[in-house]
T-cell receptor, first 112, second 114 residues
């Protein structure tokens, strides 16, 4: 079954609005990674979070890892049309030798 | 440094045919994997390898074989193609075999089985 749940599946926003996608795991993760995939492209690594409660920022993107290391979020402030794509979280459980469990992704559409 | 290279980029197969998707990486990564991506399903792991000579099944291994004779190459074989295998396939590699460190993806192979 699905190891990592990600919501929402789709999000449509107007340029300038904020956007958030959430990931939840039924088990504790050793780390979580976020990827972005542009339409027709391949997933590209954005960031990895390792520590409980960790927060990292990349310009308008803010990534959080929950205290229990079971959930994570990606927040984009003031979206731009260049943010269009599908955002995936991927969790790693240390016992599985580097096997990542991907969420199903959130497809973001930004209207100009 | 080409990263992860997949071939072919596009392929049409008839039901029952076999084929191999090639994947090569030049980053000396230990960990390599194959994913398939279907609409609304995200990325599902088919097979993975933590080093040369070592492979293991992922979430959806049926109908696929892999081998890892060298560190650089990780081909994916479709034994007898079925329409359900129509998908986009991504090969990926990463450095750390224990913590699943940053994964680098190939550009994908679009496969249609008719």
């Amino acid at each position: 079954g699905q190891q990592v749940m990600q919501i929402p599946q789709y999000q449509h926003v107007q340029e300038g609005e904020d956007f958030t996608t959430y990931c939840n795991s039924s088990t504790t993760l050793s780390n979580i990674q976020w990827y972005k995939q542009r339409p027709g492209g391949h997933p590209v690594f954005l960031i990895q979070l390792v520590k409980s409660g960790e927060v990292k920022k990349q310009k308008r993107l803010t990534f959080q890892f929950g205290e229990a290391k079971k959930n994570s979020s990606l927040h984009i402030t003031a979206t731009q049309t260049t943010d269009v794509g599908t955002y995936f979280c991927a969790g790693n459980r240390g016992s599985t030798l580097g096997r990542l469990y991907f969420g199903r992704g959130t497809q973001l559409t930004v209207w100009p | 440094n080409a990263g992860v290279t997949q071939t072919p980029k596009f392929q049409v197969l008839k039901t029952g045919q076999s084929m191999t998707l090639q994947c090569a990486q030049d980053m000396n990564h230990e960990y390599m994997s194959w994913y398939r991506q279907d609409p609304g399903m995200g990325l599902r792991l088919i097979h993975y390898s933590v080093g040369a000579g070592i492979t293991d099944q992922g979430e959806v291994p049926n109908g696929y074989n892999v081998s890892r004779s060298t560190t650089e190459d990780f081909p994916l074989r479709l034994l007898s193609a079925a329409p359900s295998q129509t998908s986009v396939y991504f090969c990926a590699s990463s450095y750390d075999k224990y913590s699943g460190n940053t994964i680098y993806f190939g550009e994908g192979s679009w496969l249609t089985v008719v």
